[in-house]
């Protein structure tokens, strides 16, 4: 039962470079969301997907672009890095029901660290 | 706007202590509730959850949190620490019909023998 399933998990880029984070969740869920994590701020939200077909930004989307390919898979595009997106990111998917947000239960990837030279 | 603040980036106790770490949240709506933790190099995962059904929450690994809203805190305790609590844990908030979670900055739990 794998779950949340991200690559890669290390990934070292200079100024400038463009690369994508891959995220995969095999619990059929409809929601899929992609977080950074920083020293000492806690989790920011950068996207977020309530179903296939749909995004959203989040606190953060500054930088990114994403793409939600099917109901498994929701991709981050960094098109240019910068040292300010050195960070760890976290990919997680939930099943929303409707009103009943506290079915909302977000399950997380193990996730990607990411460094900016 | 919701936010959520967690009190001490860093909590040491003794093994078989009591374990507190502390929340409070500011929402104008009744809000949902959860405890995250992480171990390191991992990623998130649920310890438990309020959902208004009842204020003293039972999560896993001997975890339990109380919903207090006249003080707006859900801390979260143990009452015996183990070496394998090492952690950092989060605290979240949102509402309903909300897809957002909002997280504290995180408390880092160490234990010492």
New interface residues.
């Given amino acids: 039962n794998a779950g949340?399933t991200q690559t890669p998990k290390f990934q070292v880029l200079k100024t400038g470079q463009s690369m994508t984070l891959q995220c995969a969740q095999d619990m059929n869920h409809n929601?899929m969301?992609w977080y950074r994590q920083d020293p000492?701020?806690?989790?920011?939200?950068i996207y977020?997907s309530?179903s296939e077909g749909t995004t959203d930004k989040?606190e953060v989307p500054n930088g990114y672009n994403v793409s939600r390919l099917n109901k498994r898979e929701f991709s981050l595009r960094l098109e240019s890095a910068a040292p300010s997106q050195t960070s760890v990111y976290?990919c997680?998917s939930?099943e929303?029901e409707g009103?009943l947000?506290?079915k909302?239960?977000?399950?997380?990837?193990?996730?990607t660290r990411l460094s900016v030279l | 706007a919701q936010s959520v603040t967690q009190l001490g980036?860093h909590v040491s106790v003794s093994e078989g202590a009591l374990v507190l770490l502390r929340c409070n949240y500011s929402s104008s709506v009744p809000p949902?509730l959860?405890w995250y933790v992480q171990y390191p190099?991992?990623?998130?995962?649920?310890l438990l959850?309020y959902?208004?059904a009842a204020t003293l929450v039972k999560g896993i690994n001997g975890f339990e949190a109380e919903f207090k809203k006249s003080e707006t805190s859900f801390h979260l305790t143990k009452p015996s620490a183990h070496m394998s609590d090492a952690a950092e844990y989060?605290c979240a908030v949102?509402?309903?019909?909300?897809?957002?979670?909002i997280?504290?900055?995180?408390t880092r739990l160490l234990v010492r023998p």
């Fill in positions: 949340v929601s969301y000492g701020m806690g989790l920011r939200l977020y309530a989040g976290f997680a939930s929303y009103g947000q506290a909302n239960i977000q399950y997380f990837g193990a996730g | 980036s949902y959860f190099n991992q990623g998130l995962q649920l959850k959902t208004s989060f949102t509402r309903d019909s909300s897809y957002k979670l997280f504290g900055s995180g």
